[in-house]
């Protein structure tokens, strides 16, 4: 089965930041691939799929790029609501399980 | 809007079953995968399975032999039934939606989630 790593475990960023996550996948797996945000207590939140396509009323200061093994989330512009966990998530069951990444939380520097 | 509900009981002994349901309000089940996924205390996400409205399933190999999703159209439900549950099984369960489409491409990801529901196994 696919592995997904996530780097880096922990960033500490400061509002205004430009920030990058990576996801890397231990084969191929096209541009199947989502990001999630999750903040304690409540759903996680859709934020990228199909690599790059940015999910409705997320705002354009999140992007996703990449494909094959290695994809990135970027966020351009810190704001106060994005410190969180971020996931990834391969979305093919062709490649085997749903897995997601082991997450990156994001805080405050 | 679409939202999804989980509930159950929140304290399961060891070795017996855990039995937990997701209602879906604001549209249907039908037409649609649902969802399983958990969240340990402290770690990441780990996906259980889904079903498609219909009755197919596609569950995790690592908890294959213990878990069962089903979906009533009737209720608007699905269910998720975890049998000798450990500590191990200590776990946020959240119900999502796994959704498709096409855009230069067929994609498929968890468009809608449940907030999630704890459950502890203990004795």
């Known amino acids: 089965d696919i592995q997904m790593t996530q780097s880096p475990s922990t960033l500490s960023a400061s509002v205004g930041d430009r920030v990058t996550i990576t996801c890397r996948a231990s084969q191929s797996i096209g541009t199947w691939l989502a990001w999630y945000q999750h903040k304690p207590g409540k759903a996680p939140k859709p934020l990228i799929y199909?690599?790059?396509s940015l999910e409705s009323g997320v705002p354009s200061r999140f992007s996703g790029s990449g494909s094959g093994t290695e994809f990135t989330l970027t966020i351009s512009s810190l704001q106060p609501d994005d410190f969180a966990a971020y996931y990834c998530q391969q979305c093919n069951t062709f490649f085997g399980p749903l897995i997601f990444g082991q997450g990156t939380n994001l805080e405050i520097k | 809007q679409v939202q999804l509900q989980e509930s159950g009981p929140g304290l399961v002994k060891p070795s017996e079953t855990l039995s937990l349901t997701c209602s879906v309000s604001?549209?249907?089940?039908?037409?649609?995968?649902w969802s399983w996924i958990r969240q340990p205390p402290g770690k990441g996400l780990e996906w259980i399975g889904y079903i498609y409205y219909s009755g197919t399933t596609n569950y995790s190999p690592t908890l294959k032999s213990r878990v069962t999703i089903s979906a009533d159209t009737s209720k608007n439900q699905v269910s998720l039934n975890l049998t000798s549950v450990t500590a191990a099984d200590t776990a946020v369960y959240y119900c999502?939606?796994?959704?498709?489409?096409?855009?230069?491409?067929?994609?498929?990801?968890?468009?809608?989630w449940g907030r999630g529901t704890l459950v502890t196994v203990s004795s």
């Open positions: 199909k690599a790059s």
């Open positions: 604001g549209g249907s089940i039908s037409s649609y995968y």
């Open positions: 999502a939606r796994w959704t498709s489409g096409y855009s230069y491409g067929t994609y498929w990801y968890f468009d809608l």
